[in-house]
């Protein structure tokens, strides 16, 4: 299960929310894994990958444009960084998600939980210090 935690807080009110949601969809995905009675789970995982790459943007959007409004000394880091989550997410083929459901759902969590814990506590936490 995956839970927003007070230690995930910046203290930016919209950036937080927007954090909760995403951690929303990461939870999304691991109980579609952890469904048993969903034999197929394409759709799904299509329809949860559609919404983590359409917030995903949203988010970062947001974020990039906060950081440009104090600005922010480490924009650079966080631009990287965000363009090699976006690059990432754009990757995953459809078709090989099709072939490797659950395979497919593993790496996705485990990128998403990478994502999520490291950059939001080592970067995104700076933000709003």
């Not at 983590?52 to 440009?68: A, G, N, S």
């Not at 000394?73 to 090699?84: G, I």
Request: glycine letters at 2%; aromatic letters at 10%; zero cysteines.
């Amino acid at each position: 299960m995956y839970e927003f935690k007070d230690e995930f807080l910046t203290g930016i009110e919209q950036i937080d929310r927007e954090h909760k949601k995403l951690f929303e969809i990461a939870n999304e995905l691991y109980e579609l894994k952890n469904e048993e009675f969903i034999p197929d789970k394409y759709d799904n995982i299509r329809e949860i990958l559609t919404e983590l790459k359409e917030y995903t943007i949203t988010h970062f959007e947001h974020e990039e444009e906060y950081m440009k409004s104090i600005g922010y000394k480490r924009m650079f880091t966080q631009l990287s960084q965000h363009n090699a989550l976006r690059e990432i997410i754009n990757e995953w083929d459809l078709d090989a998600i099709d072939e490797n459901q659950d395979e497919a759902i593993d790496d996705m969590l485990h990128t998403v939980t990478d994502w999520l814990v490291n950059h939001i506590l080592n970067q995104d936490k700076l933000i709003g210090q």
